[in-house]
């Protein structure tokens, strides 16, 4: 990737506030960095425009932990769901107590879709 020379007449904080949001973006989406282009930043913004592309690149990578990390929280709390809703106990009919519920399990697959369970 080429270097983007920023436009000069801005301040140095606004070109910093650029190369770290570059840093970011950069880190977030996996680049790797380029030796050449850490020599090119070195030229145009010296020691500090680099430790800032540098931190900004790091919190990108962090960034992008983060959301896989969540990502992978919200699937694992949906596979958990679907396990803990698979494993419902049914109680079978004692004296006519749980006749509703037993109409119920008789409706699920896994009890064979029977009509009517002796208790």
């Known amino acids: 990737m080429e270097l983007e020379c920023l436009d ?19 880190g977030a989406s996996a680049a790797e960095i ?6 090119d930043v ?3 913004f010296e020691e500090d425009g ?13 960034d992008r932990q983060v959301e896989q990390i969540e990502e992978y929280e919200m699937l694992e ?6 396990v803990h809703e698979s494993s419902v106990f049914c109680p079978r009919r004692i ?3 749980a006749a509703g519920l037993d109409r119920e399990c008789a409706q699920r697959p896994e009890h064979g879709n029977r009509s009517s369970h002796r208790g």
């Open 50 to 62: 680099v430790r800032i592309y540098l931190v900004g690149f790091l919190e990108g990578i962090e």
């Open 42 to 44: 070195l030229d145009v």
């Open 34 to 39: 380029d030796a050449q282009e850490i020599l």
């Open 8 to 26: 000069m007449s801005g301040t140095a904080g606004e070109e910093h506030a650029n190369l770290y949001i570059r840093g970011v973006n950069e």
């Open 77 to 82: 709390a949906s596979v958990a769901f679907v």
């Open 95 to 97: 004296g006519g107590h």
